[in-house]
């Protein structure tokens, strides 16, 4: 069974930084794409930032040049370095990964539970 967990995240004042991390766990063959999306408060959910298996990366314009998407294959992670944050940026954020398990014949659609970032003024 295929598990997405999220760490990392918690309060952190402006300007400040926080890196979250997400692990998947079960019986995997592959990992595709992986991504962090968030969701504030009266706010349908949106993407952050997105990583292809080769390493290409995709940013919301509202975080280019202060987030850092990467991960790791081995360890079957993968991070978001965010700095610089902004009161804004408070959301519930959720790992996504694009998934073929012992249970799928194809890429199933995956994600976390969410982790709370929360920026203070």
């Known amino acids: 069974q295929v598990q997405l967990v999220e760490s990392g995240g918690g309060l952190v004042q402006a300007g400040g930084s926080l890196r979250l991390s997400c692990a998947v766990s079960g019986s995997i063959f592959a990992i595709n794409a992986m991504g962090w999306y968030r969701q504030a408060p009266g706010k349908q959910r949106e993407l952050v930032a997105a990583?292809?298996?080769?390493?290409?990366?995709n940013y919301a314009d509202f975080v280019k040049g202060r987030f850092t998407i990467s991960r790791d294959n081995a360890k079957k992670t993968v991070y978001l370095q965010m700095n610089s944050l902004k009161p804004e940026d408070t959301a519930v954020y959720y790992c996504?990964?694009?998934?073929?398990?012992?249970?799928?014949?194809?890429?199933?659609?995956?994600w976390g539970q969410g982790i709370q970032v929360t920026v203070s003024s």
């Open positions: 990583i292809t298996s080769g390493g290409s990366r």
């Open positions: 996504n990964a694009d998934v073929i398990s012992e249970d799928s014949d194809w890429y199933d659609d995956y």
